[in-house]
């Protein structure tokens, strides 16, 4: 069965640093890897996902992710936060079937402070 | 174009009613999911709608919840006989087909479910 772990439900940085959101899966199979962002009172939006080849992955907003197999972790980072990027983010996998059902990690909330 | 839209946005029910979520997907997204997201989680799975067809329905958690696509597009999510441990969003998502996992789902605001 797969899973998903986000390390940290909350994480707070300050305007202009890293951000690093942590995320280790389980999969039996080879994995596709997502991240989600989701902001107040909106659904949620792809970032970013790791299906095949480069196991670097860039996304919208200035956000990458790296699949390290060994590892087994898809951890999200953008070099200078923003106040805009304050959401909820969240961490999926799906096997590499027919269609897309996802298993989403219990999320982490990301605060950005001046 | 237009979003994946669900109504309504918010709904109050009373413990051991029927409720009804609707979801209108994307025009011409042949795949439909159902997800169900409890406070301080991630969304769980539902259900997976081919065209009319439940392909999948592995997540609905016993025979209170049933879901119908008789068109292939618009999907109504039914619950009877609701508790309060229903209370929940209620996400929806569409895809363009099953397309495998590479397919982007694009989600709609969901249904804030409360059973009073």
């Known amino acids: 069965a797969q899973s998903v772990t986000q390390l940290g439900s909350h994480v707070s940085v300050s305007e202009g640093a890293l951000v690093l959101l942590r995320c280790n899966y389980s999969?039996?199979?080879?994995?596709?890897l997502f991240w989600y962002v989701q902001y107040p009172n909106q659904g949620l939006q792809l970032l970013l996902k790791?299906?095949?080849?480069?196991?670097l992955v860039k996304g919208i907003n200035g956000f990458e992710a790296e699949f390290k197999k060994s590892e087994t972790s898809f951890h999200l980072t953008k070099p200078s936060a923003h106040m805009s990027d304050a959401a909820e983010y969240f961490c999926?996998?799906?096997?590499?079937?027919?269609?897309?059902?996802?298993?989403f990690g219990a999320g982490t909330r990301l605060a950005v402070h001046p | 174009g237009a979003g994946v839209s669900q109504t309504p946005s918010n709904k109050v029910t009373e413990k051991g009613k029927y409720v009804e979520l609707r979801c209108d997907p994307i025009?011409?997204?042949?795949?439909l999911y159902w997800y169900r997201q409890s406070l301080g989680q991630g969304p769980e799975f539902l259900i997976y709608?081919?065209?009319?067809?439940?392909?999948?329905d592995s997540g609905l958690p016993n025979d209170r919840f049933f879901a119908v696509r008789p068109e292939g597009s618009v999907s109504t999510l039914k619950i009877q006989r609701t508790e309060r441990g229903d209370s929940a969003v209620y996400l929806c998502?569409?895809?363009?087909?099953?397309?495998?996992?590479?397919?982007?789902?694009?989600f709609g605001q969901g249904t804030r479910l409360t059973v009073v």
């Open positions: 998502a569409s895809s363009l087909n099953g397309g495998g996992a590479a397919t982007e789902a694009f």
């Open positions: 999969s039996s199979v080879p994995p596709y």
């Open positions: 790791y299906t095949t080849g480069a196991t």
């Open positions: 999926a996998v799906s096997d590499s079937g027919g269609y897309n059902k996802l298993i």
């Open positions: 025009s011409g997204h042949t795949a």
């Open positions: 709608f081919q065209g009319t067809g439940a392909a999948d």
